[in-house]
């Protein structure tokens, strides 16, 4: 069973526009989120987290949602740039539980086009 | 750098042999993590150590993975007799556990395994 979804396997956005990725997860014991991207033929790479305590967390043009009663987490890039073309993969773990291993959804490809 | 380093970063084996990936993580990081990713999929959990203890084992980590972190810095992962199955990215993470913190892990660039 799939604890962390990621229901689009990709998106194209033009250059400039915004990007939207959305992740669910099922496991209410969850309250630690993030997002990494990752280039093929690399390691994924760490870009922005989000405690259950907040609601948004903000790092330049990465924003992270999170609606804790929906389960649901979002990853927004404004504005999106040819070099943000590359797989993005939502993340969670119960850090009440003794900091549980990282659960990784499935990832989104998002491909911005100049 | 002084990120994780994974090595080789490229294996290419034949069926039945058997291949050992090293890890080093990032220097002041207690806790590591060993990762699988096919394509397609998110990277699978396979293991972890907190300093040299072997805390938790996947059900995908069959008696052919064998984990160690002897001195609790560098750690590898062995694979015996390996089937084309085993082929795959193999990601080593490290992280700080600290109180009261979430747990941010980093990822190495990976080895890529090719049973043939």
């Known amino acids: 069973d799939q604890q962390v979804k990621q229901n689009s396997p990709s998106l194209s956005v033009q250059e400039g526009r915004i990007s939207i990725l959305n992740c669910d997860y099922t496991?209410?014991?969850?309250?630690?989120f993030l997002w990494y991207k990752k280039y093929p033929a690399e390691g994924p790479t760490f870009l922005i987290s989000i405690s259950s305590i907040k609601d948004k967390n903000e790092d330049g043009r990465f924003t992270v949602f999170l609606n804790k009663s929906a389960k649901h987490l979002s990853l927004h890039i404004v504005p999106s740039q040819p070099g943000d073309s590359a797989v993005y993969f939502c993340?969670?773990?119960?850090?009440?539980?003794?900091?549980?291993?990282?659960?990784f959804g499935k990832g989104t490809r998002l491909s911005v086009i100049a | 750098d002084t990120g994780v380093s994974q090595d080789p970063r490229h294996k290419i084996t034949k069926r039945g042999q058997n291949v050992t990936f090293r890890c080093d993580p990032i220097s002041e990081h207690n806790r590591l993590y060993w990762y699988r990713q096919t394509l397609g999929q998110g990277p699978e959990f396979l293991t972890y150590?907190?300093?040299?203890?072997?805390?938790?084992k996947s059900r995908l980590l069959s008696d052919r993975f064998s984990a160690e972190r002897p001195k609790g810095s560098f750690s590898t992962l062995e694979i015996q007799r390996t089937e084309q199955g085993d082929s795959a990215m193999y990601l080593c993470?490290?992280?700080?556990?600290?109180?009261?913190?979430?747990?941010?892990?980093?990822f190495g660039e990976g080895s890529w395994l090719t049973v043939v």
């Open positions: 150590f907190q300093n040299e203890a072997q805390l938790e």
């Open positions: 993340a969670a773990s119960a850090q009440n539980s003794g900091n549980t291993p990282l659960v």
């Open positions: 496991n209410s014991m969850f309250d630690y």
């Open positions: 993470a490290s992280s700080l556990l600290r109180l009261n913190s979430g747990n941010t892990i980093y």
